[in-house]
């Protein structure tokens, strides 16, 4: 089992940043592939970013492409989003989740193990 915990959310203007972070617990975590996903109030979970267990591939929505940046810290089983010129599109809550497998996975579908999320709100 899992468990997952973000982080690091909160109200922010347009064009500014915020990191958020997703601890792991109970399993090895360098073992476990990390995605971010987002919901946004009345519309459906959507892929944010993602990042293989070795670090090594990641990938990015075209919607957040060039301004988010997703890294993971092995050691200190954490994964970061960097979001950087943020839009008030921006705003949802903020989901990490988590599979075993060491390919892209973009659909909510593969994705094993979820946190409870974070709001990030982003103001005009």
């Known amino acids: 089992q899992v468990q997952l915990v973000e982080s690091g959310g909160g109200l922010v203007q347009a064009g500014g940043s915020l990191r958020l972070s997703c601890a792991a617990s109970?399993?090895?975590?360098?073992?476990?592939?990390i995605g971010w996903f987002r919901q946004a109030p009345g519309k459906e979970r959507e892929f944010v970013t993602t990042?293989?267990?070795?670090?090594?591939?990641?990938y990015y929505a075209d919607s957040v492409q060039g301004r988010f940046s997703i890294s993971r810290d092995n050691a200190k089983s954490t994964v970061y989003l960097q979001m950087n010129s943020l839009k008030p599109e921006d705003t949802a809550v903020y989901y990490c989740?988590?599979?075993?497998?060491?390919?892209?996975?973009?659909?909510?579908?593969?994705?094993?193990?979820w946190g409870q999320g974070t709001q990030v709100t982003v103001s005009s």
């Open positions: 989740a988590a599979h075993s497998a060491t390919v892209i996975r973009t659909s909510r579908r593969s994705y094993d193990y």
């Open positions: 990042i293989t267990w070795s670090g090594g591939n990641t």
């Open positions: 109970g399993r090895t975590f360098s073992s476990l592939s």
